[in-house]
Structure formats: structure tokens, C-alpha cells
């Protein structure tokens, strides 16, 4: 299988620090044959940080993928119904939308678009960064993982000494989870060491 005509929806939440690492690796997809649509969390689409202003994120997204982002609860929500997508990737995923994914809580835009493209039963891939997931967000990570439709991008912990409780996804490895969840797989293995 191949990413040649395989329509990709591709969320950014607000762990700014990592959104330039996504860039290459959106790049890639749409290198691949990939149509993507970028949907932004309202945290990525209005707060300007030391790692770049909010607009760099959506203009970029636009350059990239000839696509406007979706940005608000009524853009994502027709993403149900129409059934477009093949796949999402939620990349970053914070440890705010992942607990919100973990209890059901749809409030924003990346929610909606999550929620929308599981009612389709298709696959929903999670690359997270998180300071807590093996802290307060270990439990959420864990429903996750039990959950169906549902895959991750290798993950790890990036600063264990710092951070001992921090872990990031490797997000070269997008395309490949992409793959394999198409396929019903989830790409192993799971845990990524950075070290």
C-alpha cells in the first residue's frame, strides 16, 4: 500500500514546541501522493509564541497543502457525515486532547474532527507530546491504546532526566503508523527509545 490518493486529515494542537518538527513530515505525506486537509486547535490558530506566531502556522499549512485549515467546530463537523477522510493524524496531541479524547469531551475543533472521523469507523492516529504522560496523563494514554480505531505514532521519553514524566512522539515515524493503520495495524514498536 501506498499514500498515493489516500485523503489525510492532519490536526496540530498547541504543543507549539514541536509544530516546526510537523512541517517536513506533512511535506513528506503530500510528496507521497497524499491529499491533506490541516485542521488547527484555537490554541495553535490565535496564541503567538517564542517557537512562532499563529498565522506562520495556518499559512504554512496553506503553502504546504494547497488547502484553507479547517478552524472551527462547524468546519470539522462535517467531516462525519461526508466521510472524506481516509485517516487522521492528531500531531502534536497534547495531554489536554488527549484526556478530552479519553472521557468523550468534544469543545474544539480537533475534538470535533476527531470525534466526526471515528463515527466512520476509520483509522484516528495519535502523535503525542505531552509533560505528563506518565504522570497525570499515563491513565488517559492507557484508555487510548484499549480504544478501537485508535493507533499511536511511536512515542518516548525526549528529556527523562529533566522531564522524567515527558513523552513525545517520533514523528518521522507518521508515515509508516499511517500504513499500518490502514491496515488495521498498529505499528510496533510502540515505545521509541531517543537515547
Known amino acids: 500500500m501506498t499514500l498515493a490518493g489516500k485523503r489525510i486529515g492532519f490536526a496540530m494542537t498547541g504543543s507549539h514546541c514541536t509544530l516546526e518538527k510537523l512541517l517536513p513530515e506533512i511535506q ?7 491529499e491533506v486537509w490541516p485542521i488547527l486547535s484555537e490554541s495553535v490558530q ?9 498565522s506562520r502556522w495556518s499559512e504554512e499549512l496553506k503553502r504546504i497543502t494547497g488547502k484553507e485549515p479547517i478552524t472551527s467546530i462547524v468546519e ?3 467531516i462525519g457525515p461526508k466521510a472524506y477522510l481516509d485517516v487522521l493524524v492528531i500531531a502534536p496531541c497534547t495531554g489536554n ?7 468523550g469531551i468534544t469543545d474544539g475543533t480537533v475534538l470535533m474532527a476527531a470525534k ?3 463515527r466512520n469507523q476509520k483509522p484516528l492516529i495519535l502523535g503525542i507530546s505531552t509533560n505528563d504522560g506518565l504522570g497525570n496523563n499515563a491513565k488517559n494514554i492507557s484508555i487510548l491504546l484499549n480504544t478501537k480505531n485508535v493507533y499511536f505514532v511511536p512515542f518516548g521519553q525526549d528529556d527523562p532526566f529533566h522531564k522524567p514524566n515527558s ?3 517520533y514523528f518521522p515515524k507518521i508515515e509508516v503508523t499511517i500504513l499500518e493503520a490502514l491496515n488495521g495495524k498498529q ?3 510502540l515505545l521509541y527509545s531517543y537515547f
Open 28 to 34: 513528506n505525506l503530500v510528496a507521497k501522493g497524499a
Open 46 to 54: 490565535t496564541t503567538n509564541t517564542r517557537f512562532g506566531l499563529a
Open 76 to 78: 470539522a463537523e462535517p
Open 97 to 103: 486532547t488527549l484526556s478530552k479524547l479519553a472521557q
Open 116 to 118: 466526526a472521523h471515528l
Open 167 to 169: 513523552l513525545v512522539a
Open 187 to 189: 505499528v510496533q514498536p
